[in-house]
C-alpha cells in the first residue's frame, strides 16, 4: 500500500460521504470504464465524461437522495467502498446498499465496478427488519 494509494481512498471516501460526484469524476482516469451489474443486469461505459454523465443521471434520478453510511477500504491498486444509501421519506422512502471497487494507478481511477442491491422499498426493509436476522444494521 503506497501513500498515493492511501489519500485517493481517504479522496474517495470524502466524495462518497459528501456525494461530492464532480470530485469522483476529476478522480478518473480519460478512458475509465465505468462497469454497472445491478440486479439482473450490466452494461459499461467507457469515457470520463460518459461516465461521469451516467453516475450523475442514476443519482438525480432519486428524490432526496442521501448517503448514510460508507466504508473505504485501500486495495493494491485502488479502493472498495462499501456504502448505504436512502431516498425518499417514509413509506416512500428506500434503501440501496452497494459495493464499488475502483482499479487505478493509486492516483487515478481506470475502472469503476458497481455490484448493486437494487433499491429496497418501506416494505420491503420493514420485512427484512422482521424476519432476516441481521447482526449488524
Request: with cysteine; glycine share 8%.
Amino acid at each position: 500500500m503506497t501513500t498515493t494509494t492511501t489519500n485517493l481512498t481517504d479522496t474517495v471516501r470524502r466524495c462518497y460521504e459528501t456525494q461530492d460526484w464532480d470530485g469522483l469524476a476529476a478522480l478518473y482516469a480519460s478512458d475509465v470504464l465505468l462497469d454497472m451489474q445491478p440486479p439482473g443486469w450490466r452494461y459499461q461505459i467507457q469515457g470520463a465524461e460518459a461516465a461521469s454523465s451516467q453516475w450523475k443521471a442514476i443519482v438525480d434520478q432519486f428524490e432526496d437522495f442521501r448517503v448514510t453510511w460508507v466504508r473505504a477500504t485501500t486495495t493494491d491498486d485502488g479502493v472498495v467502498v462499501e456504502w448505504e444509501m436512502h431516498t425518499g421519506h417514509g413509506d416512500s422512502g428506500h434503501l440501496c446498499r452497494q459495493a464499488d471497487v475502483l482499479h487505478g494507478d493509486g492516483s487515478s481511477i481506470a475502472e469503476h465496478v458497481v455490484f448493486c442491491t437494487g433499491m429496497w422499498d418501506a416494505a420491503t426493509i420493514a420485512r427484512q427488519k422482521a424476519e432476516a436476522p441481521m447482526i449488524r444494521w
